[in-house]
């Protein structure tokens, strides 16, 4: 086992991830596919300990992190490369994964992050969240969105993140990073939030919004007068409104509507597909929080299908559909009519067909065409 060759293996062939797992070869993924490095050998138990030695690099108190809690989240740096990694157990041997961080920030307009995106970022006070299952592209979205802040604007941006990624350098803005969790700078995001509020910052940024104590600090947050700009782990811009409140017992959903329906500002839910070319699109749903969204959001009930329809009426606004977003990536010849239609449930195929003969026709009469 040479953990260095199979680092430089995933840095030569532009991995995201490398996989370590007992009992299989190394694993890479590559433009999402899972890609085994063939000139290398089975991991055996003895690798896995050592490669779990490597990683740590004699930490006792990681070590002590992992033997309570059998799971560890760290960071490690190979030839100025920064990785996240993750130590958990499968039959009670260790195994990593480790997500490759590039050090050449991405700009919005290359990731394809819409620039209502952007513009939002210049408010005041309230909350943006970027949303999306596992590997959509939350964290580099985030990260891109931080580097714009900081070359354009004078603020002083806070981020809370387990563990950290980038280490971004203050430019325009001040940034203070804070890595969340055991060993780190604050023990978890609900005590960093809170403890944010008194630290003169403009912008807070969290990584995650996992629970009900992380989403109350993050609301008193932009009640006070802040823009906090954080993820959450949901596949659509409905969804997220739906977990935010459902962070609440029944009684208090009515009062935290109220609150969200004034404190929100956009949701942008991405996703990720492999392109015609082989690379990485996005797929962005962008929610515009207007008067129409903040009163469907106060409603005692409401429905997915209302939040897509206040998206789709509200175009000029900013928002964007993710049947638009799935169309216009067709009609620009980056995904397949297959993925397209994947993307999307049945009852929603003709409206798909619709939208992608609208835009050929809008496109075929554009004078440059």
Do not use: W
């Amino acid at each position: 086992m040479n953990m260095d060759k199979i680092l430089d293996e995933a840095i030569k062939r532009d991995a995201s991830d490398v996989h370590l797992i007992c009992d299989n070869k190394p694993y890479l993924r590559v433009a999402r596919d899972l890609v085994p490095i063939e000139k290398m050998g089975v991991l055996t138990e003895e690798d896995m300990a050592e490669i779990y030695d490597y990683l740590i690099m004699g930490n006792i108190e990681k070590d002590e992190v992992f033997n309570k809690t059998r799971k560890l989240d760290t960071s490690y740096i190979y030839k100025g490369i920064r990785l996240r990694v993750n130590i958990s157990l499968s039959d009670n041997i260790p195994l990593c994964t480790l997500r490759l961080i590039k050090n050449e920030l991405p700009t919005y307009e290359s990731l394809g992050v819409p620039d209502i995106v952007r513009r939002m970022t210049y408010q005041t006070q309230g909350v943006i969240l970027v949303t999306g299952k596992t590997n959509s592209g939350k964290s580099t979205t985030l990260k891109a969105l931080i580097n714009y802040i900081n070359e354009t604007q004078n603020k002083k941006i806070l981020t809370l993140q387990p563990p950290i990624e980038y280490k971004h350098h203050s430019k325009e803005s001040i940034i203070v990073q804070k890595e969340v969790g055991l060993g780190g700078d604050v023990l978890n995001y609900s005590d960093g939030v809170k403890n944010s509020l008194r630290e003169d910052c403009d912008i807070l940024v969290i990584g995650e919004i996992k629970n009900k104590e992380t989403m109350e600090a993050a609301i008193e947050m932009a009640e006070s007068g802040h823009l906090v700009i954080g993820t959450l782990h949901t596949k659509s811009c409905a969804e997220t409104i739906d977990r935010m409140i459902n962070f609440y017992e029944v009684r208090d959903q009515v009062s935290i509507k109220y609150l969200l329906s004034s404190l929100l500002k956009l949701v942008i839910s991405q996703r990720l597909l492999k392109g015609t070319d082989g690379k990485l699109v996005l797929v962005p749903e962008v929610m515009v929080v207007d008067n129409i969204v903040s009163g469907i959001i106060r409603k005692d009930k409401f429905s997915v299908s209302e939040i897509e329809d206040a998206i789709q009426s509200n175009l000029e606004k900013g928002s964007i559909g993710l049947i638009n977003s799935i169309a216009k990536l067709f009609v620009e010849n980056k995904i397949t009519l297959a993925q397209a239609k994947a993307q999307i449930e049945e009852k929603n195929i003709e409206i798909l067909n619709r939208t992608i003969m609208q835009l050929k026709i809008k496109k075929s009469d554009s004078p440059h065409v």
